[in-house]
């Protein structure tokens, strides 16, 4: 079912992407509308699922978890159950930040965050090493980061 968004909803996502701590009197300052609309123009994002949630950013860096790692993982057997059986495996994992089933090439990108090389040792270990249905890892570790967005391009959603 596709979701209707108007310039109203697109401009509200684009300002809580950009900041979510702010008031709805902040909110619909910046929108350019009622306290009231706004109020309830967000309700019924979160009721619909288009706001999934509302978190904080942290810089990995001044946490020291420093390596990104990003992974390619081919499985042995492909099926619906095996990549299913994957995918929970990895959902457990704090360290992996992002899975992806993709195509074509591996049946797995990850994005993994650890502290370090031995850390991401023991994640390599725990995670592919010792499952039997791993048949190739490939890792790219990355040595700088010069972009990172979590926003979603919201002026791309198709206007009705």
């Known amino acids: 079912m596709k979701l209707e968004l108007d310039d109203l909803d697109r401009r509200i996502l684009q300002a809580l992407q950009m900041e979510a701590s702010q008031t709805?009197?902040?909110?619909?300052?910046?929108v350019h509308a009622s306290p009231p609309t706004c109020l309830r123009r967000v309700r019924r994002l979160v009721e619909e699922g288009v706001i999934?949630?509302?978190v904080a950013l942290l810089d990995p860096e001044r946490l020291a978890a420093a390596l990104t790692a990003i992974v390619e993982i081919t499985l042995d057997r492909q099926g619906d159950e095996e990549q299913r059986a994957f995918e929970e495996l990895v959902a457990q994992e704090p360290a992996v930040q992002q899975?992806?089933?993709?195509?074509?090439?591996?049946?797995?990108?990850?994005?993994?965050?650890?502290?370090?090389?031995?850390?991401?040792?023991?994640?390599?270990?725990?995670?592919?090493?010792s499952q039997k249905n791993v048949r190739n890892v490939r890792s790219y570790f990355s040595i700088r980061r010069s972009k990172f967005e979590t926003a979603v391009p919201v002026e791309l959603v198709e206007q009705r």
């Open 24 to 30: 709805n009197q902040q909110l619909a300052a910046t």
């Open 52 to 54: 999934a949630r509302q």
């Open 99 to 129: 899975c992806y089933r993709v195509s074509p090439g591996p049946d797995f990108v990850l994005m993994v965050l650890v502290a370090d090389m031995p850390a991401y040792h023991a994640l390599a270990h725990r995670l592919f090493a």
